[in-house]
């Protein structure tokens, strides 16, 4: 057997890493569920992965031969000269859907690029070693190698080659598709057998391993065995006790809201008592809303309060544990592909293909969403006018910047005007300007689309949202429109008041030092609004809390300018609580 007969099998087993890397790539990055999220069936992702990649073993191996040929003459050997045409496309051909196969049946077990192609490269290398010590050592022409070891792959790809290789060596190349010995028909079938075998193992077992993404299926085969029950649940049974829940009467009477709604169908969002666990861990308790038709929801919470866990519940990044939620009826239980095609997904981090230009990206998106040929470049236009895209429409993603980016996240969220759109937190990470910009185009869609905004910033969720829902430990707190949660939980009015500067260079007992006019400021106060709560003092600032009962703003206005002067008061101001003040209330309720 020549040197190059050797090279030729270990030359191609290296595309086993350059497919497994691919694949898992797009899972790591979460390109794989940003997908699905967008309403991708796996059936078309499988499929799609095998045509992209099924020309890649018959042109590289043809280019392998090619160059070997021409300039690698010192290592070609023989019988690749003379080798039959057909021979190599049905060797060749196998062999390539056999690596294919491979790389989806591993990449269940890997979730890290860089791991799946050490991974590749050492199924690569070892199985080459393996299967010519088999051929060279063990069992040599003319011993016959045993029918199990022809259904391991690569013993059986490099076996094809020694087999040729030596027929070459000794009594002449086969140039004409003649009658096959056995254990050459064997070890061909066995290439074919094994895509088969291997591709639908591993598109199974993709499904029912969990991933770090993504909602696992119950194995099919446990849908036999399992008797089917038919639960009834009472009202009162469905309900959980929420009574240490801490919710508010417009958090219970939204609960009762969804309690009461029949036709699911009616609304493009319906929580209903949610619950999702991590471990020990009770991430959500009982969540329950009911997004309108055009209403854009805000759900604000302190980090770890659960909104991402929701988001993600709903969307299929996650499974929940208990409850249910419907998207415009459908189930996230039992009809989660029928969920993903009615929803729009902007996630918190820009999941972009950076060789991929912003017209590409949305013609992805439009046909994962089932848009019809005649229609979808009318749709990208129209998903890149509403973003103010346009100009860059023939861009790489590479080649944007992070506001660009964000505008064509949310591009591919709106692109087939799905049912429901989530927004996870996105203006995160934006100058003033980008974020000003965004928020328009948010702000256009009220009343067009029904949206769910995550957001730490409560100046967004004031302009943007038709109604904000507080959460935090899983429970939400409040839930109705910003005016309305002001006047609930902001207390009121505040009242600033700032002393001259001067005064702290005033030292020792002076009568006129910092601390008698401090004092001053307070005691006055206190006896023109009694009930007001200092909330805030530093460097002599004041910052007091006034009910709205308790106040006229015209008298306080009078009171203080006339003693302005004598109480040595540089600045003062009456302003209404901000979202902010209601938030900092609720989380520390």
């Known amino acids: ?180 010995t056995s254990e050459i028909q064997g070890c061909i079938i066995s290439l074919y057998v094994n895509f088969i075998v291997f591709g639908l193992l591993g598109v199974y077992l993709h499904e029912i391993i969990p991933q770090e993404f993504g909602v696992s299926s119950e194995p099919w085969i446990f849908r036999f065995f399992k008797k089917r029950k038919i639960e009834f649940r009472d009202e009162d049974e469905y309900k959980i006790n929420i009574q240490d ?108 293909w950076p060789e991929l230009t912003v017209e590409e990206h949305l013609l992805s998106y439009a046909r994962l969403k089932g848009i019809d040929k005649q229609n979808e470049r009318a749709k990208v236009q129209q998903s890149m006018a509403e973003v103010k895209l346009e100009p860059y429409f023939n861009y790489y993603a590479n080649q944007l910047s992070g506001g660009m980016k964000r505008r064509l996240s949310i591009a591919i969220a709106l692109v087939g005007e799905p049912l429901i759109i989530f927004l996870d937190e996105p203006s995160t990470g934006l100058d003033p300007d980008n974020r000003r910009q965004l928020w328009d185009i948010i702000s256009q869609c009220k009343g067009k689309r029904a949206m769910v905004l995550t957001t730490h910033s409560m100046e967004e969720a004031d302009v943007l949202c038709t109604r904000i829902g507080i959460i935090s430990s899983g429970v939400l707190r409040c839930i109705g429109q910003s005016t309305h949660l002001k006047s609930i939980y902001g207390g009121g009015y505040h009242l600033f008041i700032s002393s001259h500067k001067e005064l702290y260079l005033q030292k020792n007992n002076d009568p006129h030092n910092q601390y008698y006019y401090q004092n001053m400021i307070k005691s006055y106060l206190k006896s023109i609004l009694p009930q007001a709560l200092l909330v805030q003092e530093f460097n002599g600032n004041f910052i007091y809390q006034v009910e709205k009962n308790q106040l006229v703003v015209s008298e306080v206005f009078q009171s203080i300018e006339s003693k302005k002067e004598e109480l040595r008061i540089q600045d003062w101001g009456i302003s209404q609580a901000t979202l902010e003040d209601v938030f900092m209330r609720v989380v520390e309720m």
């Open 1 to 180: 057997m020549s040197f190059g007969a050797m090279l030729y099998p270990l030359s191609l087993s290296l595309l086993l890493p350059v497919f497994l890397y691919a694949i898992v790539l797009e899972k790591e990055e979460r390109l794989l569920q940003m997908m699905k999220m967008n309403g991708m069936k796996m059936k078309d992702y499988w499929i799609l992965i095998d045509d992209s990649i099924n020309l890649s073993p018959s042109s590289s191996s043809q280019a392998y031969t090619w160059q070997e040929y021409h300039c690698l003459q010192i290592l070609i050997s023989n019988f690749l000269q003379s080798f039959s045409i057909s021979y190599q496309v049905i060797v060749l051909t196998g062999w390539g859907l056999c690596q294919i196969s491979l790389s989806f049946f591993f990449q269940v077990f890997v979730s890290k690029a860089r791991t799946a192609t050490i991974i590749g490269y050492l199924l690569s290398v070892w199985g080459s070693i393996i299967a010519l010590t088999a051929n060279l050592a063990i069992y040599p022409d003319p011993y016959e190698i045993p029918i199990y070891l022809q259904m391991i792959p690569q013993i059986a790809f490099n076996r094809i080659v020694y087999i040729f290789s030596m027929a070459c060596a000794q009594t002449g190349c086969i140039s004409q598709l003649s009658p096959l």
């Open 245 to 352: 829940a801490q919710e508010d009467q417009d958090s219970k009477n939204e609960r009762e809201k969804v309690y009461k709604i029949k036709n699911y169908e009616d609304y493009p969002l319906i929580c209903k008592d949610l619950r999702k666990t991590y471990q020990n861990n009770v991430a959500v308790k009982c969540f329950c809303i009911a997004v309108e038709q055009g209403e854009i929801f805000g759900l604000l919470g302190p980090n770890g309060a659960g909104k991402t866990s929701i988001l993600s519940a709903i969307t299929g990044l996650y499974s929940c544990n208990d409850g249910e939620a419907y998207v415009g009826g459908y189930s996230i239980k039992t009809n989660m592909q029928s969920v993903q095609m009615n929803i729009g997904v902007c996630p918190q981090f820009d999941l972009l």
